[in-house]
């Protein structure tokens, strides 16, 4: 009970510190000027500097000089605020080190300040809430393919690229697989990585410089999913939607299947999944060694064996597994200050430390006979423990599992990768252009990074700076912003 009182206190510390001190203040800063302001031209100047000028005037005097200079550390890594505010206190760091790696891939000492500033804002708004949307994140996709084509956009699924076709050195279409081109009207653009997109391109129509920083980039891991469909019966009626699972804090949250994150969004939006029933995916966020899948046929027996040493097939030695009961009591309110969700209003998720051992290292070729036993077991038995004493594996109805080939495969994700393993203080993610004339690229290879507002923000930058200065004024102001 003490120890419970006492995480409870840090994750006060943090949002007082977050609130009062540091955080907050700087957060002016970063929202004061938004990212649909942003293009990648000088018409930026219209639509962004001198739009939001006077916003940010406003920001900078609030904060006073000396917010104001920190504001400087908005482009350094998070990392030295949180040194620079003396937390000291492992768990705190360790737990600030697993928000930045969701978010962006990277630890607090590779997070972009200017990321975790802005999330952290959002995440202590008074009021704040965390929105699911109806009938699941396929929703808003549909949302996309609905407004593309309600302004005469056309979309082709099943449409395999095969290459980026230039002619006199301009980017003027793509060609398919099937063999048909498909020209551009004004320009290509790539949301694939920047190792794929090389991929698609004549290497003769490309510097050398820009092939070999693209080759020279440091990527991050891959992931294991897994995907269940299981009867409903016997699971507690509050279960939350979200879950993460870290086995060893002191192994790094970025070590070898050391978190799991769990997501049951079934409990929210009954209508994914067959009455009675719920739908979950496991997995482990970037952090599966592509080496020890590198190399392998999908279709061979090594590799399905694999398969189930990774994921699912330990069962019964999963089952006689003494729990760590004390450490999953002490720290199951782990994100308990998060923002709840503002459907159904539960809490968007519970986090457990079972103080397991030592992890593996990445990209050890293959674990040792003892390692796998540990390794194999870890998604299955995150998935026990979030679900409790009610769960069934007898009871699953669906069973799938992704690796990084998966990944490869169906995402074209270069050796499955997460995105680059960009620091912030040791380098910068590259811009929308390239030395291609009408080809940009988009997505978790370029500006602002990894994660899902970054991304997005990259798409609409390439978008504005497509249209005209005047069409993007009007968009700002049609969305009031």
């Not at 060694?289 to 694999?306: I, V």
Request: charged fraction near 20%; proline fraction near 6%; charge should be positive.
């Amino acid at each position: 009970m003490l120890r419970s009182v006492a995480v409870s206190v840090m994750i006060g510390v943090v949002n007082i510190t977050a609130r009062e001190d540091a955080i907050l203040p700087m957060s002016a800063a970063a929202m004061a000027l938004p990212p649909l302001s942003i293009r990648g031209d000088w018409g930026v100047f219209s639509t962004a500097a001198t739009r939001y000028a006077p916003s940010l005037l406003k920001s900078f005097a609030q904060m006073g000089p000396q917010g104001a200079l920190s504001a400087t550390k908005l482009l350094r890594p998070f990392s030295e605020i949180l040194d620079s505010l003396e937390l000291k206190d492992p768990f705190i760091r360790n737990w600030i080190d697993l928000l930045s790696f969701l978010l962006a891939g990277v630890k607090s000492n590779g997070v972009l300040s200017a990321e975790m500033v802005y999330m952290f804002a959002e995440w202590y708004k008074p009021g704040c809430s965390l929105e699911y949307p109806l009938h699941g994140s396929g929703a808003v996709v549909d949302a996309l393919v609905r407004g593309i084509r309600k302004f005469g956009g056309r979309i082709s699924l099943r449409s395999h690229v095969e290459n980026i076709v230039v002619q006199n050195g301009r980017a003027v279409g793509v060609k398919l697989r099937s063999g048909q081109f498909i020209r551009a009207r004004k320009a290509v653009v790539s949301n694939a990585s920047m190792w794929d997109t090389l991929d698609l391109l004549p290497k003769e129509v490309l510097p050398k410089s820009y092939q070999d920083r693209i080759k020279t980039t440091p990527q991050c891991e891959s992931f294991m999913h897994l995907h269940l469909g299981f009867d409903a019966e016997g699971i507690r009626d509050d279960l939350g939607i979200h879950h993460i699972v870290v086995n060893d804090w002191e192994s790094g949250v970025d070590a070898d299947q050391n978190v799991v994150l769990i997501s049951v969004p079934s409990v929210l939006c009954p209508d994914l999944a067959p009455p009675g029933k719920h739908v979950l995916h496991a997995y482990t966020p970037g952090t599966e060694p592509f080496g020890l899948w590198e190399g392998l046929d999908r279709k061979s027996a090594e590799y399905q064996k694999l398969k189930a040493e990774r994921s699912e097939e330990s069962c019964k030695v999963v089952a006689n597994l003494p729990e760590n009961r004390e450490s999953a009591l002490l720290s199951r309110k782990l994100v308990g200050n998060s923002p709840r969700s503002r459907l159904a209003g539960a809490p968007i998720g519970h986090g457990w430390c079972d103080g397991g051992g030592k992890q593996s290292r990445h990209g050890r070729r293959r674990a040792e006979i003892e390692g796998r036993e540990r390794e194999r077991r870890v998604m299955w038995r995150a998935v026990e423990r979030a679900l409790g004493p009610g769960f069934d594996r007898d009871k699953c109805k669906v069973k799938l599992v992704g690796t990084p080939l998966t990944h490869k495969r169906f995402l074209r994700r270069n050796r499955g990768t997460y995105g680059p393993a960009i620091e912030a203080g040791k380098g910068t993610f590259p811009g929308h252009s390239t030395p291609i004339p009408q080809l940009y690229c988009c997505g978790d290879s370029t500006f602002p990074g990894i994660g899902v507002p970054a991304v997005a923000a990259s798409g609409a930058i390439v978008a504005n700076s497509l249209v005209s200065v005047s069409q993007h004024s009007q968009l700002l102001d049609a969305v009031g912003i």
